[in-house]
């Protein structure tokens, strides 16, 4: 059975920092682009970035750049991202997702294609 679980929410001041970890079981992770997503209450779920096997990444918006980074270790099965200069609009429910690594051929498959497994999310909330 497929389990993703994400770690690390909280909550967290503005300007703050977090990171996230997403421990992957039952799938082979380094055939896998790992994903992350977030929901914000009332909202449509966003495309936060994604990191393929390889270690190269996207990023839902390029000029989030330098708050964000992620990275994964497929010794351990693990993706993570890691937040900085938080704000209260990062403020959602952040998922991670898991792409079979033949899909993620395109900048488009890795933002809106078809990520198989997802977790339950973890709250992130950053007050102002």
């Known amino acids: 059975q497929v389990q993703l679980v994400e770690f690390g929410g909280g909550l967290v001041q503005a300007g703050g920092s977090l990171n996230l970890s997403c421990e992957a079981s039952?799938?082979?992770?380094?055939?896998?682009?790992m994903g992350w997503f977030r929901q914000a209450l009332g909202k449509e779920r966003e495309f936060v970035g994604a990191i393929k096997v390889s270690g190269v990444t996207t990023y839902g918006d390029d000029s989030e750049k330098g708050r964000l980074t992620l990275s994964r270790d497929n010794a351990k099965n693990t993706a993570y991202l890691q937040m900085i200069s938080l704000k209260p609009e990062d403020t959602a429910v952040y998922y991670c997702?898991?792409?079979?690594?033949?899909?993620?051929?395109?900048?488009?498959?890795?933002?809106?294609?078809?990520?198989?497994?997802w977790g339950r999310g973890t709250q992130v909330t950053v007050s102002s």
């Open positions: 997702a898991a792409q079979r690594s033949r899909l993620s051929y395109n900048d488009y498959k890795i933002r809106r294609g078809e990520y198989e497994y």
């Open positions: 039952g799938l082979t992770f380094s055939s896998y682009t």
